[in-house]
T-cell receptor, first 109, second 113 residues
Framework: QKEVEQDPGPLSVPEGAIVSLNCTYSNSAFQYFMWYRQYSRKGPELLMYTYSSGNKEDGRFTAQVDKSSKYISLFIRDSQPSDSATYLCASFYGQNFVFGPGTRLSVLP | DSGVTQTPKHLITATGQRVTLRCSPRSGDLSVYWYQQSLDQGLQFLIQYYNGEERAKGNILERFSAQQFPDLHSELNLSSLELGDSALYFC????????????FGSGTRLTVV
């Protein structure tokens, strides 16, 4: 079992839709959680960072962590074609981040 | 531009050869991380250096080695290359332990033929 799991998609939605991206993790020692966005052939860029259970909002993006069920979510409101990318969740434990395999999102105009 | 510079951007080489990938971290960042990304494996952590010293090791093959120099730039050496080593290699940096997030470079695409 991988330590961080994601549905690889691809996920296609129409422009303006609310997108829900989800991850589960297996190690209850994971403390910090992040979402990265990766455009094709580019390096991942940090979108959201959170430590505690609950919600964190930044513009159209909301990150949600439920440590009791080991569940991480990213919601994108009013999705745009420019949001089309692969979204990676990551959990930090010890010395480094463990990344999920990523979910490929396509937002269709 | 993320501030993390990786060279070269593309590399094509033959099996059995050795290559060196270079990374300059963001100004002020002491930690450097190397990741390998392939289609079927996702982002796999290879190794971390902090201020010149090896801090953590992941799934790095014995044919691979890395170092961080006094000016904090880092090099990843890949030797006896195999077809399966073809992948994107990313370097990332962070100011300290990394728990507040990494900044990634744009990667080096390695193709072994």
């Amino acid at each position: 079992q991988k330590e961080v799991e994601q549905d690889p998609g691809p996920l296609s939605v129409p422009e303006g839709a609310i997108v829900s991206l989800n991850c589960t993790y297996s190690n209850s020692a994971f403390q910090y959680f992040m979402w990265y966005r990766q455009y094709s052939r580019k390096g991942p860029e940090l979108l959201m960072y959170t430590y505690s259970s609950g919600n964190k909002e930044d513009g159209r993006f909301t990150a949600q962590v439920d440590k009791s069920s080991k569940y991480i979510s990213l919601f994108i409101r009013d999705s745009q074609p420019s949001d089309s990318a692969t979204y990676l969740c990551a959990s930090f434990y010890g010395q480094n981040f463990v990344f999920g395999p990523g979910t490929r999102l396509s937002v269709l105009p | 531009d993320s501030g993390v510079t990786q060279t070269p951007k593309h590399l094509i080489t033959a099996t059995g050869q050795r290559v060196t990938l270079r990374c300059s971290p963001r100004s002020g960042d002491l930690s450097v991380y190397w990741y390998q990304q392939s289609l079927d494996q996702g982002l796999q952590f290879l190794i971390q250096y902090y201020n010149g010293e090896e801090r953590a090791k992941g799934n790095i093959l014995e044919r691979f080695s890395a170092q961080q120099f006094p000016d904090l730039h880092s090099e990843l050496n890949l030797s006896s290359l195999e077809l399966g080593d073809s992948a994107l290699y990313f370097c990332a940096s962070s100011p300290t332990g990394g728990y507040d997030g990494y900044t990634f470079g744009s990667g080096t695409r390695l193709t072994v033929v």
